[in-house]
């Protein structure tokens, strides 16, 4: 049996034998075993449960042959995008203010704090007042939503760009404008691609809350609809959709970090 | 002032310095607390064994010690007389019985002390008669014995991060000695400490050893700390581990009534020891891990 | 450390610093920080007070008209307690659910590799996706009763212990195992006496997490699902635009997720006395 091309040399050099190791094979069977039993049961119960296969078909449907839902995505996305963008340069930068000129600290400290307490989807009824139920509300609650976590870490991790390093650079009589950029920077960016993490992952709830409340458009108010008319397996795929986004999202934050800071070791843990 | 360890080896007609051959007569010999025999380790990876054919043995009462350079298998060779490894090949006898795996004759202290940081000095202390399930009032006694006997009284309440490096190493002595065991394994138990401390708690181990009735299993790095407190030491080399000397100890006990330093003795000693080492560090296996005359 | 003491500079209410005439910087003396912060208070209600008396009434109240409301609500009659306490009940039934299960899914998934890996791309999966898309999915299932709202607490609070719980399990020190071991525990005692110890702060981050996000869940369930409680009364006031009203169960969710957190704290001190120790002697 002669295997295609470049096949040969990867069984060689034990490239299949190290994706198909245990913890692979072990997760992907036990999807495939859940998978199966949710197939047999939604048999049964196809409004309640649905079935991998409804949902795949549904899926076709709404992202292939109606477009719907991928219209109602990319409404979220622009929501999400612009939201996000503004909350990651102002909550880097107050957060940055904040952790490095005291006065400023003091004064807002109690604000954020407490801006962070608060379940953004507390605040929507008033915001759907003050600012309507269109594309400015969805922006809105983005930015509130991840601003306030962006300020607090990247305040807690400026304050702590180790000293140490602050006098290395001053013992070789470095600049201002050097010590920022080989000490500081440097120094900041672990925090910040957390910051820009955490953030990502609030902002993405801040748009859905938002978009199921006000019902207007995007993907929430989709899944609201499929709700309302008991189309679970209709409902089911924007929820996988953005699960998997999600996901997405926070892989390739981790990547850019990567990329950035080479040096690090990455945690194995996902803690928090 | 005499002491448990005064061992009948310490009367053998051979003189011991320069001697440097394996004292085979010694294997087997009845009342011996620990029993070495052809042991031998392979891990998977490495194509020469960590440890090849020991044999060696404790005498009860003894203080035996490991030395050797780093990668030579002495902190495996503990592990593994202590049960937390499986050997390849061999057999281990303590006290007579044969050992295989943890059992309550032979316990352990270790280089970073290794207490729990949630328990308390008298907690960790007791931790071995907590699982034996000796009754409560019986084993805060039978601790509080030992705390007294490494010099804590005062301390039992206090938890490991409340304490210095040296007070809680004294507390792993003292967990371990709590369950009475026959034999200590102590892997360079000094090692984490500074070095007023470190020659502190070497004339306070000596005591202890004096009063709790336990034969010693000790490793270390340092030639002077080996011949300080040792009757008797064993030199490894590496690649493969095995070993490459030994040689008794005469110096008079109890060694902290006199500074050691100036018997004669100690100089010879000292020379000796040092040239079996630097024979491993420079020779072939020397060359392996990087070292080079 | 603490300077030696000197009688003839407390005698004049000096401080070392101050006598020796070194500037103390004005933001480090706690009267500074007060300063500050009173004045941003005041800025921060005059505004509020300014601006809110010359707006439209049915969209934004001046503060002083959130104080009545406040007063209305809370001491003249006891909606808002009630609202607090049924708020309250339902939350803590689904945090209390998710702390058991939250910490035995954890454990078994930091000791057990095969049960992580069984397990881990559920829990990965629940742990990405807004929990909130699945919310129309829950009122399938559930209705809209009362239960829904402790569901969606419960899956919401569920998710951070069990990783946090996980991530400590993984990382029990294996010498302190080895102690253990070489003391002939058995698998039982080992997990009883190093890892539940071992894991506690982690627990304790997971569950500082988790107190967030159910109270998020407990508003959500209430604004979506069955309009009770706290979130059911900004629904309701904001409905009939009394934006003064909204603002008090809102200060009552604040307040309420701040004594929650501090309460937590102080259990952690009294379940982790060993936490707070330090090395009080040299070496």
């Known amino acids: 049996m002669t295997l295609p091309g470049g096949t040969a040399d990867l069984v060689r050099s034990g490239f299949f034998a190290e994706k198909l190791s245990k913890p692979f094979l072990m997760r992907v069977a036990s999807i495939v075993v859940v998978l199966t039993a949710w197939q047999i049961a939604g048999q049964t119960k196809p409004t309640f449960l649905s079935s991998p296969s409804a949902i795949a078909t549904a899926g076709w449907d709404l992202l292939v042959v109606d477009r719907r839902l991928l219209s109602a995505f990319g409404e979220t996305l622009v929501g999400l995008g612009v939201g996000y963008a503004i909350a990651a340069t102002l909550g880097i930068a107050v957060g940055f203010l904040m952790g490095r000129v005291r006065s400023i600290d003091i004064a807002l400290l109690p604000y954020v704090n407490a801006m962070y307490a608060t379940p953004r989807i507390a605040l929507i009824p008033l915001l759907v007042l003050w600012v309507g139920i269109d594309f400015k509300l969805r922006v809105t609650i983005v930015i509130l939503s991840s601003i306030f976590p962006i300020i607090i870490t990247v305040r807690d991790g400026s304050k702590s760009v180790a000293d140490r390093y602050l006098d290395l650079a001053r013992s070789f009589v470095a600049t201002g404008w050097q010590t920022w950029r080989t000490a500081i920077l440097p120094g900041s960016l672990p925090f910040m691609f957390a910051a820009l993490r955490f953030g990502a992952q609030r902002a993405m709830i801040g748009v859905i809350v938002a978009e199921m409340t006000s019902s207007v458009a995007g993907t929430g108010r989709l899944i609201l609809t499929y709700g309302r008319f008991f189309q679970t397996e209709r409902l089911m795929v924007p929820v996988v959709i953005i699960g998997v986004f999600s996901i997405l999202v926070t892989a390739f934050i981790n990547y850019l970090q990567k990329l950035a800071t080479p040096w690090q070791k990455q945690s194995r843990g996902r803690a928090v | ?293 | 450390m603490e300077a030696a003491p000197n009688t003839a500079l407390d005698a004049q209410g000096l401080s070392s610093a101050e006598a020796l005439d070194v500037q103390v910087p004005f933001l480090e003396r706690p009267a500074g920080a007060w300063v500050i912060r009173i004045a941003t208070l005041l800025t921060v209600l005059i505004s509020w007070e300014i601006y809110g008396s010359t707006t439209n009434p049915a969209l934004f109240s001046p503060f002083s008209k959130v104080v009545t409301s406040f007063y209305e609500l809370a001491i003249q009659s006891s909606d808002l307690w009630k609202a607090v306490l049924n708020s309250t009940q339902a939350m803590l039934l689904g945090f209390a659910l998710a702390i058991p299960v939250g910490i035995l899914v954890g454990l078994l998934m930091g000791r057990y590799r095969n049960i992580e890996y069984v397990l881990d791309p559920y829990v990965s999966f629940m742990y990405a996706l807004p929990i909130v898309v699945l919310v129309p999915l829950l009122i399938i299932w559930l209705g809209i009763g009362s239960s829904v709202r402790v569901f969606i607490v419960f899956l919401m609070s569920v998710f951070p212990i069990i990783i946090n719980t996980m991530v400590g399990a993984k990382q029990v020190d294996q010498d302190l195992i080895d102690v253990a071991l070489v003391n002939c525990a058995n698998e039982k005692q080992t997990l009883r006496t190093v890892v539940i110890p071992s894991v506690l702060p982690y627990i304790f981050t997971g569950l500082h997490v988790a107190i967030g996000t159910a109270l998020v869940g407990m508003v959500l369930g209430e604004m979506l699902v069955v309009l009770q409680g706290l979130g059911g009364m900004i629904v309701q006031f904001s409905n009939s635009y009394q934006p003064a009203k909204v603002m008090v169960p809102l200060f009552f969710i604040v307040a309420e997720s701040l004594i929650l957190v501090s309460v937590m704290k102080r259990l952690q001190r009294r379940l982790m006395p060993w936490s707070a120790a330090s090395n009080i002697l040299d070496k």
Request: hydrophobic share 40%; with cysteine.
């Open chain 2, 1 to 293: 002032m005499t002491t448990a360890s005064d061992s009948p080896d310490n009367t053998d007609d051979s003189d011991a310095v320069g001697s440097g051959t394996a004292r085979s007569s010694r294997i087997g010999r009845p009342g011996a607390a620990l029993e070495v025999e052809g042991v031998s380790k392979h891990f998977p990876k490495l194509d020469f064994p960590v440890l090849d054919n020991i044999s060696f043995s404790v005498p009860e009462g003894g203080f035996t010690t490991l030395i050797g350079p780093s990668g030579c298998g002495k902190t495996t060779l503990l592990r593994i007389v202590g049960g937390l490894t499986p050997a390849t090949r061999g057999d281990i006898k303590v006290g007579g019985a044969p050992s295989i795996g943890p059992s309550r004759d032979k316990t352990m202290v270790f280089q970073h002390f290794n207490l729990f940081p949630w328990r308390t000095a008298l907690a960790n202390v007791v931790y071995g008669l907590e699982l034996d399930g000796v009754p409560e009032t019986e084993r805060l006694e039978r601790a509080e014995h030992f705390i007294e006997m490494v010099g804590l009284t005062g301390f039992a309440d206090h938890y490991p991060a409340e304490l210095s490096g040296g007070m809680q190493q004294r507390v792993g002595i003292a967990r371990a000695l709590a369950v009475e065991p026959k034999l200590l394994l102590m892997d360079e138990p000094f090692g984490a400490l500074d070095a007023l401390t470190r020659e502190y708690l070497q004339t306070e181990l000596q005591k202890i050893c004096a009063q709790a009735n336990v034969s010693v299993l000790f490793v270390t790095h340092s030639i002077d700390e080996a011949i300080f407190l040792s009757d008797h030491v064993i030199v490894m080399g590496t690649k493969p581990g095995r070993i490459t000397a030994e040689f008794d100890v005469d110096l008079p006990r109890p060694r902290w009534t006199y500074d050691v330093r100036t018997e004669p003795q100690y100089g010879e000693l000292r020379s000796y020891l040092w040239s079996e080492l630097e024979k491993e560090l420079t020779g072939a296996g020397g060359k392996l891990i990087g070292m080079s005359e």
